[in-house]
């Protein structure tokens, strides 16, 4: 082949024809590239009964023991989810639920008891869960400024557009502003343990941590930079319409305050579906020897802010520990495991086919 | 950069169709076939006319006002200019509904309440197709306008009227009416009347290769009486006006007149005007003016854009693409109602941001959103994409070794670009027969004269010598010495007949021998051959008799010829000479002008009385009023032109030279050609005083015979010896014949426009006067020249033409019996050898002449100058001319022109058939000859039934069309009952005997008629293949135009003459063989190739490939869109219908617009099914895409339920995996769009049946491409995208072992279906390679034995002598079917 490629090459150089146009014509003979010629190298790949068999048993070896490792992962997250919505008449919650307004002033309290069967040893994290709320509707999801959220003093004050009907309130700029912010998730949680001997122990929550990396220290900025006088950051905006206090008195600590505030990020990542869990708290593991959540009987104490019942939501709150996958979760095993035994099983179904047909297709090997 | 070049000019051709193109074309989509008829429409042209006044004559003014309206020299082919391309562009790419469509989505983006991405998003898509397409353009414009300039700034000597000379100026400043100056091989600047040319006979030659790419000379003439006018031309005498058509692309006609300022009308026709872009040749100096300038010349007009059809494919494509918007319009549906109810059902929700809207309003915006979400799923993509697969397809098209000449050092040339699928799917092939089947390089063969046949074995044998020793070949024309003979043979007579032979009795060499030799047989047979003719021993005898002027008196010896055969023979010589428009040139002699006729052999004195002693000879025989010299016997001595009776002879006195000399005709004038020019108008006077000088009396002697053989080699050797004159025929019979006539030492020399220099045996050079040359034209379907003999001044018309016609026209001279029996005796001979010849495979043309009356000549002559100069009608008037003139003809021989087949002809015939395509030849050849070359090339097979059909009326027709069914009918049946009863499940062996109906020309036209189209359909449907004889090209076109629409299947016409334009044109693909007959069958075509053997490879392999190629492409990007839309679509499912998407808008528009857009286009260009040697060693495979078996309705929907399956598989596992988790919405997204794109690359991986470093190249880095991307998006996106901001998800995402476990179920879920489905089908059902390739052994083994069986039992046959006119080896019809 590369004599023959030489060969048109030479006759390419010595045949030259004078054009009218007085240029030199080249022989019009095509190169005999393997490329031109359709002729590189190439695998084929045909599937038959016997080529694949390998592949189908591999995958079923392969998919059953992993759909196991996770099945079991997950089974040994333990997970907590109390309802506290309230709208059953014998919640402690009921009454918080009945009397709701985002307006009210005066703050609305339950106390719900529940008990650990099982101690949590490793870090507790704490949920808060919606359901039946839709954070990815399209409207909602564009209604923010991330310009503003990352500290962008122009966007403070001239909150964009996408914000409206949040934009603005009685001519000031909102901040932040948009229907995410405004619909904010404010019940406060807390956990009590019953000590057997019958005093209640606050658990210790922390609430830093909770907040993607990315986004607390890129994604959302305070405006004004460092400057730790937030009031004087914030002149001039207005506090978002559903919102009882303004952004820069969301917490004290002023690495936790203002935009970059871990809740307020949290909720501010719109989540996937219309249920949902946010992370809310960490119950942080003090001591190796015990454990962090003592198996015996609790009170989570809800401070009743947050209204779902006008459109049929509902509030979790969940504790539950966490694993290298994530959280409590069997369907991965399991859905591992059924694809793993379906392909064995297809595998078995495909030797009997190879040994009763493939005889035809292997005495008429293709060479390519 | 050549290539470069073409890959641009390409595009620009791709991009520029595209405007008119597509079902989503503007409304000015017409085809442009319809322009293209639009050329052959001669009233294209509105009746006004220009007139043109030389620009520095005397006319000045009226000059000014005139020419101001007239376009100048400048050509400007660039579609913009700097102002105007962004405009323009975007008004022509607006054009294309497609980009209608990103438009429409782009503004409804616009719109608040139903936005769907930030604005700039949806503009992305459009943006780019624009920019792309905008930046070609541009380039392409660019590369156009460096072109314009150079041609606008060549120079060119044009008359300046200041300077009183010709000065040079450049191309551009040249105006309409300016003189221009041009010399040899100069390339003209302008269309340009012809005013002046060095040649003394007012002739220049022009070659039109950059026109048409015909590189053979062409003559133009002078405006007739200018040359009268002086010896040199001055521009300032020039006071004629010159009225002409308006300007029009028709490249071969020109009409006006040439007004003197004395009032003197001088037609101008085509002859006289000189085409921009041609080229001088060997002319020295012309002078011209400039009639058409710049964009109004007939070069510039014929500029017309590439072709555009339309291919099945794309129809079929067009349908699904409709269900793929009644799917998107369902989904948006669904989404719509969704919405709705999903909104009802909500009291002042927190994440309501519009409260104010009522459900059902929007809904109806979700609509739209939805729309815009979804518009993937319309693959508009798709549109372009398969533009570009086809471009590259045709690129390897183009670049196929195999489809390249080497002898012509040319390769396939693509015209169309938008039909490459077509070539897998033709179904009927309809093939012209000369020069596509054949070489159409003629080597004369036989011929008869005075109804006597001159074998001329030894040209036979050593034409069948050097096949033999070059190549072995083992079959031609020449060795098919066909011993069948059709029953209706004569059947014109009984009006109607029609039979059933079997051709088993044909004679052929067995398979295998063939199979073996055409391997090694080359197509360097020709030009020697033709050149080369061994004359007839027989007819050198008799010509001898001739020359050496021994009066035949003594009659009782046999083999002497009657002087009147001697008459017909030299008559017929030089009709072969003469009737022709052959240009003559010499190496030695480049300037192609008259030779000033040499010195002839003897003295003019001894010419005279030689003459005065053949004078008789050519005319008396034929004259009307000598006919009582004939009566006495055909060896009778006397012949009288007036008063003549006695003979002289003169011994020549230099005999040695070249054997013995005398001549036939004689010119008294030979030695001075100016003389001759300038004396035309007196000709008429001389010649007749010549007639009445020469009236002599003649003398005779006695030649010995024995002098023959000698002359015989003396004639060869003199060949050889002779200087190399080069003979340049616009059609290889002309030349074979000239050659043939040279072997006899009748030589043409040279021509001038009026004139023409022939050798004679013995004489040497003699001028004869040209009066006229009427054309071949397919009405007449023959030429004449029209000549003045030098001697007796009569006016002789020589004719040459189809032998029908001739045959019709040559009529008995209604005078004495004897003649009458004379010439019965030579019609009914020449008939018979007619036949034979036909029989034979060989060309046939009658020779004929007339001799005018002088009075009749006058009259014919007057209305003949009146049809010349009238500017409308002008060609019906001609043609009404010509015919008025061609009549009462006498008959002088017929000539056999053996054409021989192209190499690997029958080799690409069977495997076409073999290939399922059903092969039709029309030819406007004789029957017989049609039979045998189509038996030949292996149409007909041994075993084939014939069935015929001739017949006279429609009655009959009909008759005979229902009898052939019932036929077909019978025999079919039959055979199903034998293929039942042996349990064959062999379908080649069993269509081995099928039927070949053979039908002519009449015939056709009564089958092609309304009331028995359906008949000759079903019938025609039956047969394996069919030949139609005597075909017009307006037959051939309704007959693939019938085919093509009555059957809804793919035609392919192949041809390489004119008149197969029509017939190429109206199929599917026309394709177009460039070989001898010009260019108009290549510059109609959609494919040109230059070998029929190509066909195979075009059509089995590649025809296979791109069909498959782009049938499995379309179906994976329907099914790439379908499987992505529909993962936003479940998407919706849990944000309550409104519309919003868990990926970013970016990776969402750019997911198909790159990172999954090019692996499709490799797959679509380079996917290789099965490998090339196995398509052609199996042609039956081509059945596959022939049948549309890769893209059918249901593989539509399978794939759209694939598509279906996998996104379910692709939304859900992701979904579930994290459903109830604290996932953001980009969290979600970014599994699915992993998977997303590994499924459907996997996908692609999976249907591709070849995979090269390119595809894994390709497949990698989109895959890389589409990380990068979202990788960097996360990294440092942090404000730019606002709704969905991405800074994080990726990072974090890939960061986690989740992200990976849930991307390997997903991909590996998705496919298993696809992978089971492929490994199930491969393996219970073996694809057709499979299938085959055992069985091919079988089948060809068992048919190589049956063949061999065959030929011994035939082999009898074979050795019978040529049957040419031994009617006694007509085959029985008994032996139907063996």
């Given at each position: 082949?590369?004599?023959?490629?030489?060969?048109?090459?030479?006759?390419?150089?010595?045949?030259?024809?004078?054009?009218?146009?007085?240029?030199?014509?080249?022989?019009?003979?095509?190169?005999?590239?393997?490329?031109?010629?359709?002729?590189?190298?190439?695998?084929?790949?045909?599937?038959?009964?016997?080529?694949?068999?390998?592949?189908?048993?591999?995958?079923?070896?392969?998919?059953?023991?992993?759909?196991?490792?996770?099945?079991?992962?997950?089974?040994?997250?333990?997970?907590?989810?109390?309802?506290?919505?309230?709208?059953?008449?014998?919640?402690?919650?009921?009454?918080?639920?009945?009397?709701?307004?985002?307006?009210?002033?005066?703050?609305?309290?339950?106390?719900?008891?529940?008990?650990?069967?099982?101690?949590?040893?490793?870090?507790?994290?704490?949920?808060?869960?919606?359901?039946?709320?839709?954070?990815?509707?399209?409207?909602?999801?564009?209604?923010?400024?991330?310009?503003?959220?990352?500290?962008?003093?122009?966007?403070?004050?001239?909150?964009?557009?996408?914000?409206?009907?949040?934009?603005?309130?009685?001519?000031?700029?909102?901040?932040?502003?948009?229907?995410?912010?405004?619909?904010?998730?404010?019940?406060?949680?807390?956990?009590?343990?019953?000590?057997?001997?019958?005093?209640?122990?606050?658990?210790?929550?922390?609430?830093?941590?909770?907040?993607?990396?990315?986004?607390?220290?890129?994604?959302?900025?305070?405006?004004?930079?460092?400057?730790?006088?937030?009031?004087?950051?914030?002149?001039?905006?207005?506090?978002?319409?559903?919102?009882?206090?303004?952004?820069?008195?969301?917490?004290?600590?002023?690495?936790?305050?203002?935009?970059?505030?871990?809740?307020?990020?949290?909720?501010?990542?719109?989540?996937?579906?219309?249920?949902?869990?946010?992370?809310?708290?960490?119950?942080?593991?003090?001591?190796?020897?015990?454990?962090?959540?003592?198996?015996?009987?609790?009170?989570?104490?809800?401070?009743?802010?947050?209204?779902?019942?006008?459109?049929?939501?509902?509030?979790?709150?969940?504790?539950?520990?966490?694993?290298?996958?994530?959280?409590?979760?069997?369907?991965?095993?399991?859905?591992?495991?059924?694809?793993?035994?379906?392909?064995?099983?297809?595998?078995?179904?495909?030797?009997?086919?190879?040994?009763?047909?493939?005889?035809?297709?292997?005495?008429?090997?293709?060479?390519? | 950069?050549?290539?470069?070049?073409?890959?641009?000019?390409?595009?620009?051709?791709?991009?520029?169709?595209?405007?008119?193109?597509?079902?989503?074309?503007?409304?000015?989509?017409?085809?442009?076939?319809?322009?293209?008829?639009?050329?052959?429409?001669?009233?294209?042209?509105?009746?006004?006319?220009?007139?043109?006044?030389?620009?520095?004559?005397?006319?000045?003014?009226?000059?000014?006002?005139?020419?101001?309206?007239?376009?100048?020299?400048?050509?400007?082919?660039?579609?913009?200019?700097?102002?105007?391309?962004?405009?323009?562009?975007?008004?022509?790419?607006?054009?294309?509904?497609?980009?209608?469509?990103?438009?429409?989505?782009?503004?409804?983006?616009?719109?608040?309440?139903?936005?769907?991405?930030?604005?700039?998003?949806?503009?992305?898509?459009?943006?780019?197709?624009?920019?792309?397409?905008?930046?070609?353009?541009?380039?392409?414009?660019?590369?156009?306008?460096?072109?314009?300039?150079?041609?606008?700034?060549?120079?060119?000597?044009?008359?300046?009227?200041?300077?009183?000379?010709?000065?040079?100026?450049?191309?551009?400043?040249?105006?309409?009416?300016?003189?221009?100056?041009?010399?040899?091989?100069?390339?003209?600047?302008?269309?340009?009347?012809?005013?002046?040319?060095?040649?003394?006979?007012?002739?220049?030659?022009?070659?039109?290769?950059?026109?048409?790419?015909?590189?053979?000379?062409?003559?133009?003439?002078?405006?007739?009486?200018?040359?009268?006018?002086?010896?040199?031309?001055?521009?300032?005498?020039?006071?004629?006006?010159?009225?002409?058509?308006?300007?029009?692309?028709?490249?071969?006609?020109?009409?006006?007149?040439?007004?003197?300022?004395?009032?003197?009308?001088?037609?101008?026709?085509?002859?006289?005007?000189?085409?921009?872009?041609?080229?001088?040749?060997?002319?020295?100096?012309?002078?011209?003016?400039?009639?058409?300038?710049?964009?109004?010349?007939?070069?510039?007009?014929?500029?017309?854009?590439?072709?555009?059809?339309?291919?099945?494919?794309?129809?079929?494509?067009?349908?699904?693409?409709?269900?793929?918007?009644?799917?998107?319009?369902?989904?948006?549906?669904?989404?719509?109602?969704?919405?709705?109810?999903?909104?009802?059902?909500?009291?002042?929700?927190?994440?309501?941001?519009?409260?104010?809207?009522?459900?059902?309003?929007?809904?109806?915006?979700?609509?739209?959103?939805?729309?815009?979400?979804?518009?993937?799923?319309?693959?508009?993509?798709?549109?372009?994409?398969?533009?570009?697969?086809?471009?590259?397809?045709?690129?390897?098209?183009?670049?196929?070794?195999?489809?390249?000449?080497?002898?012509?050092?040319?390769?396939?040339?693509?015209?169309?670009?938008?039909?490459?699928?077509?070539?897998?799917?033709?179904?009927?092939?309809?093939?012209?027969?000369?020069?596509?089947?054949?070489?159409?390089?003629?080597?004369?063969?036989?011929?008869?004269?005075?109804?006597?046949?001159?074998?001329?074995?030894?040209?036979?044998?050593?034409?069948?010598?050097?096949?033999?020793?070059?190549?072995?070949?083992?079959?031609?024309?020449?060795?098919?010495?066909?011993?069948?003979?059709?029953?209706?043979?004569?059947?014109?007579?009984?009006?109607?007949?029609?039979?059933?032979?079997?051709?088993?009795?044909?004679?052929?060499?067995s398979e295998e021998e063939e199979d073996q030799l055409f391997g090694k047989r080359t197509s360097a047979f020709c030009s020697r051959m033709a050149k080369e003719v061994v004359p007839d021993p027989e007819l050198v005898k008799k010509l001898n008799w001739?020359?050496?002027?021994?009066?035949?008196?003594?009659?009782?010896?046999?083999?002497?010829?009657?002087?009147?055969?001697?008459?017909?023979?030299?008559?017929?010589?030089?009709?072969?000479?003469?009737?022709?428009?052959?240009?003559?040139?010499?190496?030695?002699q480049p300037q192609n002008v008259v030779p000033e006729a040499g010195t002839p052999l003897r003295s003019l004195e001894e010419i005279k009385l030689m003459f005065q002693h053949f004078s008789f000879s050519p005319f008396s025989a034929l004259t009307t009023?000598?006919?009582?010299?004939?009566?006495?016997?055909?060896?009778?001595?006397?012949?009288?032109?007036?008063?003549?009776?006695?003979?002289?002879?003169?011994?020549?006195?230099?005999?040695?030279?070249?054997?013995?000399?005398?001549?036939?005709?004689?010119?008294?004038?030979?030695?001075?050609?100016?003389?001759?020019?300038?004396?035309?108008?007196?000709?008429?006077?001389?010649?007749?005083?010549?007639?009445?000088?020469?009236?002599?009396?003649?003398?005779?002697?006695?030649?010995?015979?024995?002098?023959?053989?000698?002359?015989?080699?003396?004639?060869?050797?003199?060949?050889?010896?002779?200087?190399?004159?080069?003979?340049?025929?616009?059609?290889?019979?002309?030349?074979?014949?000239?050659?043939?006539?040279?072997?006899?030492?009748?030589?043409?020399?040279?021509?001038?426009?009026?004139?023409?220099?022939?050798?004679?045996?013995?004489?040497?050079?003699?001028?004869?006067?040209?009066?006229?040359?009427?054309?071949?034209?397919?009405?007449?379907?023959?030429?004449?020249?029209?000549?003045?003999?030098?001697?007796?001044?009569?006016?002789?018309?020589?004719?040459?033409?189809?032998?029908?016609?001739?045959?019709?026209?040559?009529?008995?001279?209604?005078?004495?019996?004897?003649?009458?029996?004379?010439?019965?005796?030579?019609?009914?001979?020449?008939?018979?050898?007619?036949?034979?010849?036909?029989?034979?495979?060989?060309?046939?043309?009658?020779?004929?002449?007339?001799?005018?009356?002088?009075?009749?000549?006058?009259?014919?002559?007057?209305?003949?100058?009146?049809?010349?100069?009238?500017?409308?009608?002008?060609?019906?008037?001609?043609?009404?001319?010509?015919?008025?003139?061609?009549?009462?003809?006498?008959?002088?021989?017929?000539?056999?022109?053996?054409?021989?087949?192209?190499?690997?002809?029958?080799?690409?015939?069977?495997?076409?058939?073999?290939?399922?395509?059903?092969?039709?030849?029309?030819?406007?050849?004789?029957?017989?000859?049609?039979?045998?070359?189509?038996?030949?090339?292996?149409?007909?097979?041994?075993?084939?039934?014939?069935?015929?059909?001739?017949?006279?009326?429609?009655?009959?027709?009909?008759?005979?069309?229902?009898?052939?069914?019932?036929?077909?009918?019978?025999?079919?049946?039959?055979?199903?009952?034998?293929?039942?009863?042996?349990?064959?499940?062999?379908?080649?062996?069993?269509?081995?005997?099928?039927?070949?109906?053979?039908?002519?020309?009449?015939?056709?036209?009564?089958?092609?008629?309304?009331?028995?189209?359906?008949?000759?359909?079903?019938?025609?449907?039956?047969?394996?293949?069919?030949?139609?004889?005597?075909?017009?090209?307006?037959?051939?076109?309704?007959?693939?135009?019938?085919?093509?629409?009555?059957?809804?299947?793919?035609?392919?016409?192949?041809?390489?003459?004119?008149?197969?334009?029509?017939?190429?044109?109206?199929?599917?693909?026309?394709?177009?063989?460039?070989?001898?007959?010009?260019?108009?069958?290549?510059?109609?075509?959609?494919?040109?190739?230059?070998?029929?053997?190509?066909?195979?490879?075009?059509?089995?392999?590649?025809?296979?490939?791109?069909?498959?190629?782009?049938?499995?492409?379309?179906?994976?990007?329907?099914?790439?869109?379908?499987?992505?839309?529909?993962?936003?679509?479940?998407?919706?499912?849990?944000?309550?219908?409104?519309?919003?998407?868990?990926?970013?808008?970016?990776?969402?528009?750019?997911?198909?617009?790159?990172?999954?857009?090019?692996?499709?286009?490799?797959?679509?260009?380079?996917?290789?099914?099965?490998?090339?040697?196995?398509?052609?060693?199996?042609?039956?495979?081509?059945?596959?895409?022939?049948?549309?078996?890769?893209?059918?309705?249901?593989?539509?929907?399978?794939?759209?339920?694939?598509?279906?399956?996998?996104?379910?598989?692709?939304?859900?596992?992701?979904?579930?995996?994290?459903?109830?988790?604290?996932?953001?919405?980009?969290?979600?997204?970014?599994?699915?769009?992993?998977?997303?794109?590994?499924?459907?690359?996997?996908?692609?991986?999976?249907?591709?049946?070849?995979?090269?470093?390119?595809?894994?190249l390709v497949l990698v880095l989109s895959g890389g491409s589409y990380f990068g991307f979202v990788l960097l998006l996360s990294v440092f996106c942090v404000t730019c995208n606002p709704p969905t901001n991405p800074v994080g998800v990726e990072t974090l995402?890939?960061?986690?072992?989740?992200?990976?476990?849930?991307?390997?179920?997903?991909?590996?879920?998705?496919?298993?279906?696809?992978?089971?489905?492929?490994?199930?089908?491969?393996?219970?059902?073996?694809?057709?390679?499979?299938?085959?390739?055992?069985?091919?052994?079988?089948?060809?083994?068992?048919?190589?034995?049956?063949?061999?069986?065959?030929?011994?039992?035939?082999?009898?046959?074979?050795?019978?002598?040529?049957?040419?006119?031994?009617?006694?080896?007509?085959?029985?019809?008994?032996?139907?079917?063996?």
């Amino acid at each position: 082949m590369m004599a023959s490629s030489y060969n048109a090459k030479d006759e390419d150089g010595n045949i030259t024809v004078s054009g009218p146009g007085g240029g030199a014509l080249r022989s019009k003979k095509p190169e005999n590239t393997a490329f031109k010629q359709q002729r590189l190298p190439a695998w084929q790949p045909i599937l038959t009964a016997g080529t694949v068999l390998p592949a189908f048993f591999g995958i079923g070896l392969f998919f059953i023991p992993i759909g196991i490792g996770l099945y079991v992962t997950s089974n040994n997250i333990k997970e907590l989810e109390i309802d506290y919505t309230g709208s059953d008449m014998s919640s402690p919650c009921f009454n918080c639920s009945q009397s709701f307004s985002w307006n009210s002033t005066k703050p609305c309290t339950c106390t719900i008891p529940f008990h650990l069967d099982q101690p949590y040893d490793s870090n507790v994290f704490m949920y808060y869960g919606l359901s039946n709320f839709y954070q990815n509707h399209r409207r909602y999801v564009k209604s923010r400024d991330d310009s503003q959220l990352n500290g962008d003093s122009g966007s403070l004050m001239k909150p964009s557009k996408e914000c409206e009907p949040y934009a603005y309130f009685e001519k000031k700029p909102i901040a932040p502003c948009g229907a995410i912010a405004n619909s904010m998730f404010n019940d406060t949680l807390e956990l009590f343990y019953n000590n057997p001997n019958g005093t209640k122990v606050k658990i210790p929550l922390t609430s830093t941590g909770i907040a993607w990396w990315t986004d607390k220290h890129v994604k959302f900025r305070n405006p004004g930079g460092s400057n730790p006088n937030f009031t004087a950051v914030f002149q001039g905006t207005a506090k978002p319409v559903n919102w009882r206090r303004p952004v820069y008195e969301l917490d004290s600590d002023p690495e936790n305050n203002g935009f970059i505030n871990e809740d307020f990020i949290v909720w501010m990542r719109t989540a996937a579906l219309p249920t949902f869990r946010k992370l809310y708290r960490i119950i942080q593991k003090k001591d190796d020897l015990l454990p962090t959540l003592p198996r015996g009987s609790y009170t989570l104490e809800v401070v009743y802010n947050y209204p779902v019942r006008s459109f049929e939501g509902r509030k979790r709150m969940i504790l539950s520990t966490i694993s290298w996958m994530g959280g409590k979760n069997p369907f991965l095993g399991i859905a591992y495991i059924t694809v793993g035994s379906v392909c064995f099983f297809l595998g078995v179904i495909l030797l009997i086919i190879h040994h009763k047909y493939g005889n035809r297709s292997n005495s008429a090997d293709i060479s390519s | 950069m050549e290539r470069f070049h073409w890959v641009q000019h390409r595009c620009r051709q791709l991009l520029e169709g595209q405007s008119v193109q597509h079902w989503y074309s503007a409304p000015n989509g017409v085809p442009d076939k319809n322009s293209q008829d639009a050329h052959c429409s001669p009233h294209r042209v509105s009746g006004k006319q220009r007139t043109v006044f030389g620009r520095h004559g005397p006319h000045q003014q009226e000059y000014e006002t005139i020419s101001r309206n007239y376009k100048s020299n400048v050509i400007r082919t660039t579609k913009y200019n700097l102002l105007t391309f962004i405009p323009m562009n975007l008004f022509q790419q607006f054009h294309r509904v497609a980009n209608l469509y990103f438009l429409f989505l782009a503004l409804l983006n616009w719109v608040p309440v139903v936005e769907a991405f930030q604005k700039e998003i949806t503009m992305i898509p459009l943006l780019v197709v624009l920019t792309v397409i905008a930046i070609k353009d541009a380039l392409e414009d660019y590369r156009r306008y460096l072109f314009d300039k150079k041609i606008n700034n060549n120079a060119v000597r044009v008359f300046c009227g200041k300077q009183k000379a010709y000065t040079d100026q450049r191309w551009k400043d040249v105006q309409v009416g300016d003189f221009v100056f041009l010399s040899c091989n100069e390339i003209i600047p302008a269309d340009i009347v012809l005013l002046y040319s060095s040649d003394p006979s007012g002739v220049c030659y022009i070659e039109t290769a950059n026109l048409d790419g015909e590189t053979n000379l062409k003559q133009r003439q002078v405006v007739s009486d200018l040359l009268l006018q002086g010896v040199e031309f001055s521009p300032e005498s020039f006071h004629s006006r010159i009225v002409c058509e308006n300007p029009n692309n028709d490249l071969s006609r020109f009409r006006g007149y040439m007004e003197h300022s004395s009032g003197v009308r001088v037609g101008l026709h085509n002859n006289n005007l000189l085409l921009r872009s041609c080229t001088i040749r060997n002319t020295q100096t012309v002078v011209g003016i400039v009639v058409y300038a710049g964009h109004e010349t007939k070069a510039m007009m014929n500029n017309t854009g590439p072709r555009y059809k339309r291919s099945q494919l794309e129809k079929h494509l067009n349908k699904d693409i409709l269900w793929c918007v009644v799917l998107l319009f369902i989904m948006c549906l669904t989404a719509a109602i969704g919405h709705g109810l999903w909104l009802k059902n909500l009291k002042d929700p927190v994440f309501q941001v519009d409260e104010e809207m009522s459900p059902a309003l929007a809904g109806f915006c979700v609509f739209w959103t939805m729309i815009i979400v979804l518009q993937v799923l319309i693959p508009i993509s798709l549109y372009v994409s398969i533009e570009i697969v086809k471009l590259g397809q045709i690129y390897f098209i183009h670049n196929d070794l195999a489809l390249y000449n080497e002898q012509l050092d040319s390769r396939i040339l693509c015209r169309a670009l938008n039909i490459t699928e077509e070539l897998g799917q033709i179904q009927y092939l309809f093939s012209d027969k000369t020069g596509t089947l054949t070489e159409n390089k003629m080597v004369f063969c036989r011929c008869s004269i005075y109804g006597v046949e001159y074998p001329h074995e030894e040209n036979a044998h050593r034409l069948k010598m050097y096949e033999e020793e070059k190549t072995e070949a083992a079959v031609c024309s020449m060795t098919l010495k066909s011993g069948y003979s059709v029953k209706s043979l004569s059947c014109r007579s009984l009006g109607c007949n029609r039979s059933s032979v079997s051709l088993n009795t044909l004679n052929t060499e067995s398979e295998e021998e063939e199979d073996q030799l055409f391997g090694k047989r080359t197509s360097a047979f020709c030009s020697r051959m033709a050149k080369e003719v061994v004359p007839d021993p027989e007819l050198v005898k008799k010509l001898n008799w001739l020359s050496c002027p021994v009066l035949p008196l003594s009659e009782g010896s046999p083999g002497t010829p009657s002087s009147l055969e001697l008459t017909y023979i030299i008559d017929f010589f030089l009709a072969l000479a003469i009737c022709n428009s052959v240009v003559v040139s010499s190496p030695s002699q480049p300037q192609n002008v008259v030779p000033e006729a040499g010195t002839p052999l003897r003295s003019l004195e001894e010419i005279k009385l030689m003459f005065q002693h053949f004078s008789f000879s050519p005319f008396s025989a034929l004259t009307t009023i000598s006919p009582p010299q004939i009566k006495s016997s055909p060896g009778s001595r006397q012949f009288t032109h007036g008063k003549t009776n006695s003979f002289t002879f003169s011994t020549p006195p230099s005999s040695t030279t070249v054997g013995s000399e005398s001549g036939q005709e004689s010119s008294l004038e030979t030695s001075n050609l100016k003389l001759h020019l300038s004396a035309r108008r007196e000709r008429g006077d001389i010649g007749q005083l010549d007639s009445r000088e020469t009236e002599g009396d003649i003398s005779k002697t006695k030649i010995n015979p024995d002098m023959a053989k000698q002359d015989v080699e003396g004639l060869t050797r003199e060949m050889d010896n002779d200087d190399e004159l080069v003979y340049e025929a616009e059609c290889p019979d002309e030349e074979a014949l000239v050659h043939a006539a040279r072997a006899y030492r009748c030589t043409l020399r040279g021509r001038s426009a009026d004139s023409l220099l022939v050798d004679l045996p013995g004489i040497g050079p003699l001028v004869i006067q040209l009066l006229h040359i009427l054309p071949f034209d397919s009405n007449r379907k023959m030429m004449s020249v029209v000549v003045r003999h030098p001697v007796t001044g009569q006016v002789v018309v020589y004719t040459k033409g189809a032998d029908s016609v001739v045959m019709g026209l040559a009529e008995t001279p209604t005078c004495a019996e004897q003649a009458q029996e004379i010439h019965t005796h030579i019609r009914k001979q020449s008939q018979k050898h007619l036949d034979s010849y036909a029989r034979e495979g060989l060309r046939t043309l009658c020779i004929a002449k007339k001799v005018l009356e002088e009075e009749e000549y006058e009259v014919w002559l007057k209305r003949h100058l009146l049809a010349e100069s009238s500017i409308e009608n002008r060609e019906e008037l001609i043609l009404e001319s010509a015919q008025r003139l061609e009549t009462n003809l006498t008959l002088l021989g017929t000539t056999g022109i053996v054409d021989r087949l192209q190499e690997e002809v029958p080799e690409t015939i069977e495997a076409l058939q073999r290939a399922g395509i059903k092969i039709w030849v029309l030819t406007g050849d004789k029957q017989e000859t049609a039979i045998n070359i189509a038996y030949s090339c292996k149409i007909l097979c041994p075993n084939d039934q014939l069935l015929t059909a001739n017949c006279g009326s429609k009655d009959v027709c009909a008759a005979i069309l229902e009898e052939l069914k019932l036929e077909v009918q019978r025999c079919e049946d039959s055979l199903t009952r034998i293929t039942s009863k042996k349990n064959c499940g062999n379908s080649f062996l069993c269509t081995v005997a099928s039927f070949i109906l053979v039908i002519d020309g009449q015939t056709l036209d009564w089958a092609l008629q309304e009331d028995l189209k359906s008949d000759f359909l079903e019938l025609s449907r039956r047969c394996k293949a069919v030949i139609c004889c005597r075909s017009t090209p307006l037959q051939k076109s309704q007959v693939v135009h019938l085919i093509g629409k009555e059957l809804g299947v793919i035609t392919l016409a192949v041809g390489d003459g004119a008149n197969d334009v029509s017939m190429i044109q109206m199929a599917d693909v026309g394709i177009g063989i460039s070989g001898q007959e010009g260019m108009q069958a290549v510059m109609s075509s959609d494919f040109a190739i230059s070998r029929f053997k190509h066909l195979s490879k075009l059509l089995l392999v590649h025809g296979h490939w791109c069909y498959s190629r782009l049938a499995n492409m379309i179906l994976y990007f329907i099914y790439k869109n379908v499987m992505f839309v529909n993962l936003l679509f479940w998407y919706q499912f849990f944000c309550g219908f409104s519309g919003s998407v868990m990926t970013n808008a970016w990776v969402l528009i750019i997911f198909n617009l790159l990172f999954t857009s090019i692996p499709p286009l490799i797959y679509g260009v380079l996917d290789q099914n099965m490998s090339a040697d196995l398509l052609m060693g199996l042609p039956e495979l081509y059945q596959a895409t022939q049948t549309s078996q890769v893209y059918v309705p249901c593989m539509f929907w399978i794939t759209v339920l694939d598509a279906f399956y996998q996104s379910l598989v692709c939304f859900f596992v992701p979904y579930f995996a994290l459903a109830g988790s604290d996932a953001g919405e980009l969290t979600l997204g970014s599994p699915i769009n992993a998977s997303a794109l590994f499924i459907i690359l996997l996908h692609q991986v999976l249907e591709s049946h070849t995979l090269t470093w390119i595809h894994v190249l390709v497949l990698v880095l989109s895959g890389g491409s589409y990380f990068g991307f979202v990788l960097l998006l996360s990294v440092f996106c942090v404000t730019c995208n606002p709704p969905t901001n991405p800074v994080g998800v990726e990072t974090l995402q890939m960061s986690q072992p989740l992200f990976y476990f849930v991307c390997a179920l997903t991909t590996v879920t998705a496919l298993i279906p696809r992978v089971l489905f492929r490994a199930l089908h491969n393996t219970l059902n073996p694809s057709a390679v499979l299938k085959l390739a055992p069985m091919d052994k079988v089948n060809s083994e068992k048919y190589h034995e049956r063949m061999q069986r065959w030929n011994l039992s035939h082999s009898k046959v074979k050795r019978l002598p040529l049957g040419a006119d031994n009617p006694g080896l007509e085959p029985s019809t008994a032996s139907e079917v063996s």
